[in-house]
Every structure is written in C-alpha cells, then in structure tokens.
C-alpha cells in the first residue's frame, strides 16, 4: 500500500526540480486549425510557432483529399505494411516521392513511414547495424538522430557544427568498416543550413554514406519546392535522403528516398518500418494534393512571399542585447540567454496575442534559451510587423 505514494513523490520531486530550472513545458490546446490565427485554450492568438511553412495544413484542397481519401480507403490501415497494411494510396505516394527525388540520387526508391523520427530510427538502425560501423553526427542534430545512433549497434563520433575539416579529419583517421555522416540539412533551433556539398565531396572520396534530414527543407527548399538536395543541386549514390511530410507538406509522416537497394534493406530490415501499423492510407492520399500544390504554381507563389515575410522580418527588428540568429529560412531564433528571461520574453508576447515558443535546454544549449518564430506563407506582411514591433518593445521594456 505504501509503496504506490513513494514512487510518485518520487516522480513529483523529478516534476520540481525541473520547475526550480523554469525547464516545465506546458501544454496548449488548438481549438482550431493549424493556421496563424489560431484559437488557443479558448483565446484567439497569432501564431508563429508551427512548422506548417507552407500552410497547407489548413488548404482547401488538402482537406477535401483526406476526406476522399477516407471515403475510399477507409480511416485505418489495419496492420504493418508487410501484414497487410500496405495500401494503394501508400504505393502511389511512393512512387511520385521516388520520381521526384530521381534527379538527385541513382535508381530512387522513396519509403513513407509514419513519422520522421521513426525514419531517422530506420535509416540509421539499418545502415548501422554492424558493431564496425561508425555514425559521425553533427553537434547540433535534432533529438530523433540521436536517439537513431544509440539505437544502431555503429559507435557513434560527434562532429562540431558544421565544422567540415573537423569531421575530415575523423572520416581520415577511421577505419570502420561503415562509415555513416549524417546531418540536418537546415538546423531545426538555429535555421541555418548544413554545408551539404561540402558534406558531400568529403563522403564521397571517403566512400561514406551522407544521410540527411530534411524536415525543414522538403517542400520549401528549391525551386520546385524538393527541397535540400534540388537547392544546392546535388546528385550521388551516397546520399540517403529523409523528409518529413508533417511539416511544410502540412499532412503527417515521412519518407526516406535512396538507391533502391538501400530502401530494400529497410522493408527487409528497418524496425521502425516493420513493427508497426501503417499510417491510415487517407493520409498518403492527402499527400498528393500536397505534392500538386508544392510541385505547382501555387508552390511557388507561397515560396515567394514566405521568403519576402522572412526578409521583412528580419528588416523590421532592431535587437540590442538579444540576437537575432543569421538564417534565411522560416526559422528565425532570437537568442534571450537565461531560461527565465526566455520564458517571461514568451509570456509578454502571450499577454498581447502573440504565440512564440521559448526554446529550452535540453533541445539547445544551456544558456541560448531562445524565441523560435516560424513564419509560414499563410502570414501576412502585416502579422509580420506586428510581430516586429512587439519583440522590439518588448526587449526595451525588459532591459
Ligand atoms: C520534426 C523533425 C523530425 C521528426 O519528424 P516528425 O515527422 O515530426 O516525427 C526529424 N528531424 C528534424 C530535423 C525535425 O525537425
């Protein structure tokens, strides 16, 4: 009896001390529609906290798809793709994400999983799945990656950011037997983007594998919108490719593409793939009016004036003690320091409706506690402005 009180008090003095750093995160019901003007715990916000870069979350056309895809495929699949799961919609996704990612990579194959962070599991449990095999990790790589490399039986060798002569230096003095470079493409607290074909070169003249994560990239990145690869316009055999489609393509889930080999290697052995259900087929069928906008003119349009929002943005604030991270993506930090500045920073947004995360250790470094502001093309310039002027208050009021 008395057991069951002890660990829980136990569980609550983890809860307090987390408290005492000002490191509690607190969850926030939507009562409406991923979109910027979102209601929040019953409270009309403007939001600049999604990763809906596009907005499609909330597209007409989007919608419409899930529900026809519902209607015809039904709203579950029912069991892992290699039971029965496996439906039309998935295949046909799959193979418009393989045609897509063609120019890029040789003889593409493209797999969609339920989730990028069970994607980034597959790739590298399967790629390193030999104890002579070593995973070098970009410092800064988001949490599934990490979690990817403990997983994997590979040792794992972590290079500084974005540091290529670093990371040669290792690749020369290894001698495992697989050699795995993986990396964000565009860092997902800091906005910046990994140096890719620099990445590359190096990989390829040591016979190395590059994985790259493009969650933030897919969708916005490149002229059509393919994301890291098409935007700095690289193509190799090495290169193993993850996008997520929950973010800019506004649905859920991911895919990874590769030389169809590599994608075989996962049906046959990638856990993450092989012990769970497959998505609902609906969402695959979703995907597809995602595709046509990002593929199509309106892909572009949206492309065009999230990049106007992004410079106009960065225009408008005139920061002093906080700073302003140099990247020209939708991410777009502000470094407040301290956890607790941090936090009162959001809540101050929060009191005149403006919603932007404070971003705490563990996810960045102790110290760089930070405003995270996404922009999306469902901003307008004047949210934009509004956005500007509160921060630059904002920081004045608090010095
Ligand atoms: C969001 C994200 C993921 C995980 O993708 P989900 O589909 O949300 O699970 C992986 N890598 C990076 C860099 C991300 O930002």
Redesign the pocket.
């Given at each position: 009896m008395k057991a069951v009180p002890d660990l829980i008090a136990g569980v609550d003095r983890k809860l307090d001390a987390l408290a005492g750093q000002s490191l509690m995160r607190r969850l926030r019901v939507a009562d409406s529609p991923c979109a910027p003007r979102q209601v929040v715990d019953g409270r009309a916000m403007l939001a600049f906290c999604s990763?809906d870069y596009l907005g499609l979350a909330a597209h007409p056309d989007v919608i419409e798809a899930l529900r026809e895809g519902a209607g015809r495929y039904g709203a579950g699949s029912g069991a892992s793709h290699l039971v029965s799961g496996h439906s039309r919609a998935h295949a046909l996704l799959e193979g418009r994400l393989g045609e897509w990612m063609a120019p890029h990579l040789e003889q593409a194959r493209a797999l969609y999983l339920c989730?990028?962070?069970?994607?980034?599991l597959a790739i590298l449990t399967a790629l390193g799945a030999d104890s002579d095999a070593m995973i070098f990790s970009e410092a800064l790589?988001?949490?599934?990656?990490i979690d990817g490399a403990r997983l994997a039986k590979a040792g794992v060798t972590v290079y500084p950011h974005g540091d290529v002569d670093a990371l040669a230096a290792q690749l020369a003095a290894s001698s495992a037997g697989t050699r795995i470079v993986v990396t964000?493409s565009?860092?997902?607290m800091d906005g910046n983007l990994a140096p890719l074909p620099a990445l590359l070169a190096l990989c390829e003249r040591h016979g190395a594998w590059l994985v790259v994560?493009d969650?933030?990239g897919f969708g916005v990145l490149g002229a059509r919108g393919r994301g890291a690869l098409e935007h700095f316009d690289l193509r190799s055999p090495n290169l193993v490719y993850?996008g997520?489609?929950?973010?800019a393509a506004g649905v859920?889930?991911?895919f990874i593409a590769a030389h169809a080999s590599v994608i075989e290697l996962l049906v046959q052995r990638a856990r993450p793939y092989i012990y769970t259900t497959a998505a609902p087929p609906a969402l695959a069928h979703a995907l597809q009016a995602s595709l046509d906008i990002i593929g199509g003119e309106e892909g572009t349009r949206r492309r065009a004036h999230l990049a106007a929002l992004v410079a106009h943005l960065r225009d408008a604030l005139r920061l002093q003690r906080w700073q302003l991270l140099p990247s020209h993506t939708a991410i777009q930090p502000v470094i407040v320091g301290s956890n607790d500045e941090a936090l009162r920073a959001a809540a101050g947004l929060h009191e005149q409706g403006l919603w932007v995360p404070a971003i705490r250790p563990p996810t960045v470094a102790p110290g760089t506690a930070r405003l995270r502001m996404t922009l999306c093309a469902a901003h307008s310039h004047d949210d934009v402005a509004l956005l500007a002027r509160a921060l630059n208050e904002l920081e004045r009021a608090t010095a």
């Amino acid at each position: 009896m008395k057991a069951v009180p002890d660990l829980i008090a136990g569980v609550d003095r983890k809860l307090d001390a987390l408290a005492g750093q000002s490191l509690m995160r607190r969850l926030r019901v939507a009562d409406s529609p991923c979109a910027p003007r979102q209601v929040v715990d019953g409270r009309a916000m403007l939001a600049f906290c999604s990763n809906d870069y596009l907005g499609l979350a909330a597209h007409p056309d989007v919608i419409e798809a899930l529900r026809e895809g519902a209607g015809r495929y039904g709203a579950g699949s029912g069991a892992s793709h290699l039971v029965s799961g496996h439906s039309r919609a998935h295949a046909l996704l799959e193979g418009r994400l393989g045609e897509w990612m063609a120019p890029h990579l040789e003889q593409a194959r493209a797999l969609y999983l339920c989730t990028g962070y069970m994607a980034n599991l597959a790739i590298l449990t399967a790629l390193g799945a030999d104890s002579d095999a070593m995973i070098f990790s970009e410092a800064l790589n988001h949490a599934s990656l990490i979690d990817g490399a403990r997983l994997a039986k590979a040792g794992v060798t972590v290079y500084p950011h974005g540091d290529v002569d670093a990371l040669a230096a290792q690749l020369a003095a290894s001698s495992a037997g697989t050699r795995i470079v993986v990396t964000d493409s565009v860092f997902s607290m800091d906005g910046n983007l990994a140096p890719l074909p620099a990445l590359l070169a190096l990989c390829e003249r040591h016979g190395a594998w590059l994985v790259v994560d493009d969650a933030h990239g897919f969708g916005v990145l490149g002229a059509r919108g393919r994301g890291a690869l098409e935007h700095f316009d690289l193509r190799s055999p090495n290169l193993v490719y993850m996008g997520t489609l929950g973010k800019a393509a506004g649905v859920g889930g991911a895919f990874i593409a590769a030389h169809a080999s590599v994608i075989e290697l996962l049906v046959q052995r990638a856990r993450p793939y092989i012990y769970t259900t497959a998505a609902p087929p609906a969402l695959a069928h979703a995907l597809q009016a995602s595709l046509d906008i990002i593929g199509g003119e309106e892909g572009t349009r949206r492309r065009a004036h999230l990049a106007a929002l992004v410079a106009h943005l960065r225009d408008a604030l005139r920061l002093q003690r906080w700073q302003l991270l140099p990247s020209h993506t939708a991410i777009q930090p502000v470094i407040v320091g301290s956890n607790d500045e941090a936090l009162r920073a959001a809540a101050g947004l929060h009191e005149q409706g403006l919603w932007v995360p404070a971003i705490r250790p563990p996810t960045v470094a102790p110290g760089t506690a930070r405003l995270r502001m996404t922009l999306c093309a469902a901003h307008s310039h004047d949210d934009v402005a509004l956005l500007a002027r509160a921060l630059n208050e904002l920081e004045r009021a608090t010095a």
